[in-house]
């Protein structure tokens, strides 16, 4: 079977610096908020074209550090409404709600998957204060007229830009659009640890500031608690690792287009919705998304042929059970783009002839 991912296949190209990385963690004998931590943030920072990146446990709590650190600002309080796309990761509303927001859900570009600013504008009703723009699948969102429309209703803007890292739109790559990002270095990602990690990015140096005392028990000096924060701190290892990773992943999302190009001049399954794509540059092909209204088949088809394939994601999150107070909403578009869509494997370590089968096997399901 082919996988899905390969990722001992992904990290075995960097396996001896991989190594390397972590003896010299381990022979440092610091292994929380040192030497490694500092170097990555200033090498992310640079990558993301943005003044601060701070390392954190994982992608879900950059996100929550960020709206916490607005509430603890007072640019946000309780019950404030923040407008999201309805089609996205739950840990996006996770995020939300754990700040005591109240999420808005808007349906998506169902070509591209993200929020459009059309769908912003009439979701801008009282209490809204803020925008989540999520790139889904890779694809920045319409950050450009995002930022316009914060400007002109006062909004703040924070990135979800947990499967982004590298995508550039006019110049200006993920992480440096909102006034802040959250990134998620899960393995699977695009630039992926070997372990859970994750990283909030902004301009804002006071943000900044908060956010890195939240991260470590509110703290901004050792045993003294200007604030009540939380441990999710990004540990040295995994910070040296992504170091490494990240000399690399220009390659590998050239190697992630070439895989996303072939797919999308090669496959001719009239049936079956391809991913569109605004820019180029603006993709960094995280998970390439076809829609087929025959999904469960195609999936079983695939399988037969010797491919494995993944659903991201089978439910929608105003469907999910720990939000009935949103069960009532409806949600077409979001609801369609839940029940047919279906990920084909890519990555920077697929071969030819395995992207060749992969074309060759969706090409050959009978979709009547």
């Known amino acids: 079977m082919m996988p899905f991912l390969d990722l001992q296949a992904v990290n075995r190209q960097y396996r001896e610096e991989l190594i390397q990385a972590c003896t010299r963690v381990i022979d440092s004998g610091w292994y929380v908020t040192g030497r490694e931590l500092a170097h990555f943030e200033q090498q992310f920072s640079r990558y993301c074209d943005v003044r601060q990146t701070i390392g954190v446990a994982n992608g879900l709590d950059a996100l929550v550090l960020v709206l916490r650190a607005w509430k603890q600002q007072g640019r946000l ?15 996006s509303i996770l995020a939300i709600t754990e700040n005591d927001l109240e999420p808005v859900l808007v349906e998506p570009d169902p070509a ?23 790139h889904l699948y890779g694809q920045l ?25 590298g995508a550039i739109l006019a110049g200006k790559p993920a992480g440096a659009w909102g006034h802040a990002a959250g990134f998620s270095f899960y393995p699977g ?55 490494v990773k990240l000399k690399y992943l220009p390659q590998e999302i050239q190697a992630r287009r070439a895989v996303a190009q072939r797919y999308l001049t090669e496959i001719c399954q009239p049936k079956i919705v391809l991913p569109q794509v605004v820019c180029a540059e603006a ?14 088949a195609l999936q079983q088809h695939l ?60 090409n050959s399901f009978q979709a009547a």
């Not at 504008?121 to 999520?134: N, S, T």
Request: charged letters at 15%; aromatic letters at 4%.
């Open 303 to 362: 399988a037969d042929c010797g491919i494995q394939t993944l659903i991201h994601y089978p439910v929608a999150p105003h469907q999910q059970p720990c939000y009935p107070q949103l069960h009532a909403l409806s949600l077409p578009v979001t609801e369609h783009i839940h029940a047919t869509v279906l990920s084909l494997p890519i990555s920077p370590v697929m071969r030819d002839d395995e992207v060749s089968a992969v074309i060759a096997a969706v």
């Open 141 to 165: 969102a319409p950050m450009p007229e995002i930022m316009q429309l914060a400007a002109e209703y006062d909004l703040l803007v924070l990135e979800d830009a947990a499967q982004a890292h």
């Open 112 to 134: 591209t998957y993200n929020l459009t600013a059309d769908g912003i504008r009439q979701a801008i009703v009282p209490g809204v204060k803020a925008v989540l723009a999520v």
């Open 283 to 296: 993709h960094v092909w995280h998970l390439f998304v076809i829609r087929c209204t025959r999904r469960t």
């Open 189 to 243: 990602k695009n630039l992926g640890a070997l372990g859970d990690a994750g990283a909030v990015t902004t301009q804002d140096d006071e943000l900044a500031a908060l956010v890195s005392a939240l991260r470590n028990y509110g703290s901004h000096e050792k045993y003294k608690n200007l604030v009540q924060g939380q441990n999710s701190r990004l540990d040295e290892i995994q910070a040296a690792m992504l170091a």
């Open 77 to 91: 309080s309780a019950g404030d409404k923040v407008i999201v796309p309805a089609n996205t990761y739950i840990a």
